[in-house]
């Protein structure tokens, strides 16, 4: 049976047990940072038979490991990022993932659509994602929260432009 385990370095280790006379005893097949599918074959390698990558991927959840998410996976965000940024694949590309898909993107809508809005973050990294959070906590800061002597701030009123 494998399981994952996190070490005292902050890395994680893909462990197997067997049963010896001297009681249960485990041996490391893989230490990582990420578990993506070159560790799971590694793994696997050293273990002399196929692990199942979905058991391992959910031990490592429990674990607090860092999951890599599978290529396709991956490449489905960053086209989504891509196309939610306004870029088309060419015309004969479209239309095999089109069909491959079954629909295709209809592009941006009138309506927004949150979906299609965070479309462009699916691929962002966790740094990016970060930053912007920074950014926009930032920007709440530097916004006025309130009139003086605690009155609560009023929007202008609006009239004729004087000339």
Known sequence: MAFVVATKRGAFEIRQSHNTPEGPRSRTLATFKELDDEVIAEA?????KALNPELLRDSARRAGAPVAAPPVDRA??????????GREPEPKLHRLLASALGDAWKGP??????????????AAS???????????LLLADALPSGGRK????RFPKLGPAQA
């Open 44 to 48: 696997s390698e050293r273990a002399g």
């Open 76 to 85: 489905a965000r960053e086209l989504l990022a891509q196309l939610a940024k």
């Open 109 to 122: 809508t009138t309506s927004p659509d949150s979906a299609r809005s965070a479309a462009e973050w699916i």
């Open 126 to 136: 966790p740094q990016e994602r970060g930053k912007t959070l920074e950014d926009l």
């Open 150 to 153: 605690g009155k609560a701030l």
